[in-house]
C-alpha cells in the first residue's frame, strides 16, 4: 500500500505530465484528466461541465463511469434551477461536500439528481479563465460519504487549472485556424482581385503584388515584378516624387490620376489609393485606359454629332430658305396676275400657276417638317394651351378650300380644355389631320370636338376629327401613318400628295407625349382622335383670343389716307422678285423705299425716319438682316420701331430667335398679300394706340 508521500509524489508526476500534453487535442486532454482523476482519487464519477455564454445553462463535455470505463456527454442543466449551488461556485475556490444532503450547497440536487444515481459526496471546482466562470471539475463519490482531503482538495484545484489551460490552448488554435482560414480567403480575394493590389517600401521596391499588378504592368510573373523598381514604371521622377510627396503629407490618397508605363513601355491611364504607415505603401491600383479611350471616343462622337446636327440644322434652314424665297415670288405674282389681269386666258393660267405653286409648298413643307421633327426634339417646349383658341387658329386657312368644295366645318367644344403640350406642333398637327379630311371629302363635311377623356388612370384632352369622306379598311390603318405612303399608291393613285401628313401628325403627338387613333369604314368616313396630357388647368375657362388672325382670312378695313400721310416703309430685300412682290402688295397703302443690302439699310434709317422696316434676314454676301437689325436698333429714333423679319428661314426655333435678336414681328416665306397687308394693319392699328 503506498503511503501518504507516495501519493503525492505520484499525483505531482501525473499533473507534470498533463501539463506537458495540454497542448494536444482538448477532447483528449479531458478524457485524460477525469481518467486519471477518477483513478486517485477513487471515484466512480468525473466530469466536466461547461457553461453557456450567457450562463444560464451548464452541459457535460466529458463523464466518466469508472466501473464501466465508459465516456458519456450532452446532459444540461439549468443554473436557474440550482441558485445556492452556482453561487457558492462564484464565491468560492470549490465546493467540498462530505455529505450531499445534509450540505444546504448541494442538496438542491437530491431529488433529480443524487438520489436517482447513488451520489453521497461531492468535490466540484470551478475552472476559471481570465477570472470568468467557464467550466466545473466535478467528482462524484457513490453509496458511501466521504470526507475530502486537503491534497485531493488541492489536487482537483489543480486538474481545474490544466482543464483551463486546455480550453485557452483549444481557443487559441481554433482562432489561430480562423485567422489562416480568413487569411487565405483574403489572400484568394486579392490574388483574383479585378483591381491591382501591391505594397512596397517609400524607395519603390515591391513587397508584395497580386496577379492583376502582373496583368496591367505587362510583368512575365509576380516573382519579374519584385525585382522591378516603382519608380520605372513613372514617365517621369518628377511624377513619382509628386505623388510620394502627396502621400507622405496626407498619408492617404483617393483617386488619384496618373498616366504610368508597363514593364514593356506601354501607356496605362490609372486610379490609384494608396495608404502611407511605417514606412510602407500599400496601393490599389485600377485601369481605366479603356474606360478613357471610350470617354474621348465618347466625346468625339458627340461632338462629330453635335457638328453633324449643327450641319443638319444649317442645311434644312437653307434648304427652307431656298426653296420659300423664290415660291414666295411665283405665288405671289401669279395671284396678282390671276386677280388683276382682265384676260381670262391669262387669268386661268394664272391660277393654274398659283395652284401648282401652292401643291409645290405643300410637299415642300412636310418633307421640311418632317425633318425637322428628327433635329429638333429637345427645343420641345410644353406649356399650357388652350385647345378652343388652338384649333379656331388651325381651322383658318381651310374655310377657302372647304367652300369650294361645298363642305361644311363645323367645331363642338366642350368647355375651353387646357392641354400639357408644345403649341407649335399641336397646331401642326391639327394642320396635317384637317387637311386629311378635307381632302378625302367630297360631300359632307368635317366636324370637330373635344372632349376629356381618362386612359391607364390618367386624363387625356380629346380632339375629335370627323370627316364624310371616303373611309379607310381596317387592314389599311398601320399603311395611312407612313411615311410616304397611301391607300392608292403608284401611277394609278387617287388623290395627290406625298403621304406625309399623317405620319407627320403621329410622330408629332407621341412627341407631345400623346397619340392618334383612327376609327374608320370603308364609304362612311373617319375619326381621327388626337390625345393629347390634360393640363391641370384644364378646367378654366380661358377665353378665344380674338386678335388671332390667320393668313387667308379676310383682310382687316383700312382708311384710305392722302399719299402725303402713307407711312413710309423700308423694304430690304436683295432679292428683286421679292422685292418688288412686297411693293406691288403694299402699293397705294404705304410708301415704300428699298434697300438691296444691310449697309445700305443702316445709311438709310440714319438719314431717314421710317415707320416700319421689312427685313429679309438673308442678303446674301456681307452682314445679314439680324445683325443689321441689331445696328439699327442703336439708333435713337429706332428703339421701338416695327422691325418685321421677312425670311425664308422656318424651321423649329427660328422665329423665336429672330424676335429675340431684335426683330418685334416675325412673317415666313412664301406669304400672300393677305398675310403681308393684315400684319401690316395690326401694326399700325397697334401704333397709333
Not at 57 to 82: A, P
Not at 381 to 389: A, L, T
Not at 424 to 433: F, K, P
Amino acid at each position: 500500500m503506498k503511503n501518504q508521500g507516495q501519493q503525492f509524489a505520484e499525483k505531482h508526476e501525473i499533473l507534470l505530465e498533463l501539463s506537458k500534453v495540454a497542448y494536444s487535442d482538448a477532447r483528449e486532454i479531458f478524457h485524460r484528466i477525469t481518467e486519471t482523476t477518477s483513478a486517485l482519487l477513487n471515484v466512480e464519477r468525473v466530469s466536466i461541465w461547461f457553461y453557456n455564454e450567457i450562463q444560464t445553462e451548464i452541459r457535460c463535455q466529458d463523464l466518466y463511469l469508472r466501473s464501466e470505463k465508459k465516456h458519456n456527454s450532452g446532459d444540461r442543466l439549468s443554473t436557474l434551477d440550482f441558485p445556492r449551488y452556482f453561487k457558492a461556485l462564484r464565491e468560492s475556490l470549490f465546493i467540498s461536500a462530505d455529505d450531499v444532503s445534509r450540505d444546504p450547497r448541494t442538496n438542491e440536487f437530491d431529488e433529480i439528481y443524487h438520489n436517482p444515481l447513488h451520489i453521497k459526496s461531492m468535490l466540484d471546482v470551478p475552472v476559471r479563465i481570465e477570472g470568468h466562470l467557464n467550466a466545473i471539475l466535478c467528482c462524484e463519490h457513490t453509496e458511501t460519504r466521504r470526507e475530502w482531503k486537503s491534497e485531493e482538495q488541492d489536487f482537483v484545484t489543480s486538474m481545474a487549472e490544466i482543464i483551463s489551460l486546455a480550453i485557452q490552448t483549444s481557443n487559441r488554435r481554433k482562432a489561430q485556424a480562423e485567422l489562416r482560414k480568413s487569411e487565405e480567403k483574403y489572400r484568394k480575394i486579392v490574388d483574383n482581385a479585378v483591381i491591382g493590389v501591391y505594397r512596397s517600401n517609400i524607395a519603390g521596391q515591391f513587397l508584395f503584388l497580386n496577379q492583376t499588378m502582373v496583368e496591367i504592368f505587362e510583368f512575365d510573373s509576380i516573382a519579374n515584378g519584385m525585382l522591378f523598381n516603382i519608380e520605372k514604371l513613372y514617365k517621369s521622377l518628377k511624377d513619382r516624387k509628386e505623388f510620394v510627396t502627396r502621400l507622405i503629407q496626407e498619408r492617404f490618397v483617393r483617386n488619384y490620376e496618373i498616366e504610368l508605363k508597363t514593364a514593356k513601355g506601354n501607356s496605362r491611364q490609372v486610379l490609384v489609393n494608396a495608404f502611407y504607415e511605417d514606412e510602407n505603401i500599400l496601393g490599389m491600383v485600377l485601369d481605366i485606359t479603356e474606360r478613357k479611350r471610350s470617354e474621348e471616343a465618347l466625346q468625339k462622337a458627340r461632338i462629330e454629332a453635335e457638328e453633324s446636327d449643327r450641319l443638319k440644322t444649317s442645311l434644312l434652314a437653307n434648304m427652307s430658305h431656298e426653296f420659300r424665297t423664290p415660291m414666295n415670288a411665283i405665288l405671289g405674282f401669279s395671284d396678282l396676275i390671276a386677280r388683276e389681269s382682265q384676260d381670262p386666258e391669262m387669268v386661268f393660267y394664272a391660277r393654274k400657276i398659283h395652284n401648282s405653286g401652292n401643291r409645290l409648298m405643300t410637299t415642300l413643307k412636310a418633307i421640311l417638317d418632317l425633318a425637322d421633327i428628327e433635329a429638333t426634339r429637345t427645343k420641345i417646349k410644353f406649356i399650357d394651351i388652350n385647345i378652343q383658341r388652338i384649333i379656331t387658329s388651325a381651322l383658318h386657312p381651310f374655310y377657302p378650300a372647304a367652300n369650294e368644295k361645298r363642305l361644311y366645318l363645323i367645331t363642338e367644344f366642350k368647355d375651353s380644355l387646357m392641354a400639357l403640350s408644345d403649341e407649335n406642333l399641336v397646331h401642326m398637327i391639327l394642320h396635317n389631320l384637317i387637311d386629311n379630311a378635307v381632302k378625302f371629302t367630297n360631300t359632307g363635311g368635317v366636324t370637330i370636338e373635344t372632349n376629356i377623356g381618362v386612359q391607364d388612370g390618367k386624363e387625356w384632352v380629346q380632339i375629335h376629327v370627323k370627316d364624310t369622306g371616303i373611309g379607310v379598311s381596317r387592314e389599311h390603318f398601320e399603311t395611312i401613318f407612313h411615311e410616304f405612303r397611301q391607300v392608292s399608291e403608284g401611277y394609278n393613285r387617287s388623290y395627290e400628295g406625298t403621304g406625309l401628313g399623317l405620319s407627320l401628325a403621329r410622330k408629332m403627338a407621341e412627341i407631345n407625349g400623346g397619340k392618334i387613333t383612327l376609327e374608320s369604314e370603308p364609304g362612311l368616313g373617319s375619326i381621327f382622335t388626337l390625345w393629347l396630357p390634360a393640363s391641370v388647368k384644364t378646367s378654366v375657362k380661358t377665353p378665344i383670343d380674338e386678335h388671332v388672325i390667320p393668313d387667308d382670312s379676310p383682310v382687316k378695313t383700312f382708311h384710305l389716307k392722302k399719299p402725303q400721310e402713307l407711312p413710309l416703309v423700308l423694304v430690304v430685300e436683295d432679292n428683286d422678285d421679292n422685292a418688288e412682290i412686297i411693293e406691288l402688295y403694299l402699293k397705294g397703302r404705304y410708301i415704300t423705299e428699298r434697300a438691296s443690302d444691310a449697309r445700305m439699310a443702316i445709311k438709310m434709317a440714319s438719314e431717314c425716319q421710317f415707320a416700319c422696316i421689312l427685313m429679309d434676314i438673308n442678303l446674301g454676301r456681307g452682314m445679314d438682316g439680324l445683325k443689321a437689325t441689331s445696328e439699327i436698333r442703336k439708333l435713337d429714333s429706332y428703339a421701338h420701331i416695327p422691325i418685321v423679319a421677312i425670311t425664308g428661314y422656318t424651321m423649329s426655333g427660328d422665329k423665336e430667335k429672330l424676335l429675340n435678336g431684335g426683330c418685334s414681328h416675325y412673317l415666313g416665306k412664301p406669304f400672300s398679300q393677305q398675310g403681308l397687308q393684315n400684319l401690316m394693319v395690326e401694326i399700325f392699328t397697334h401704333q397709333n394706340n
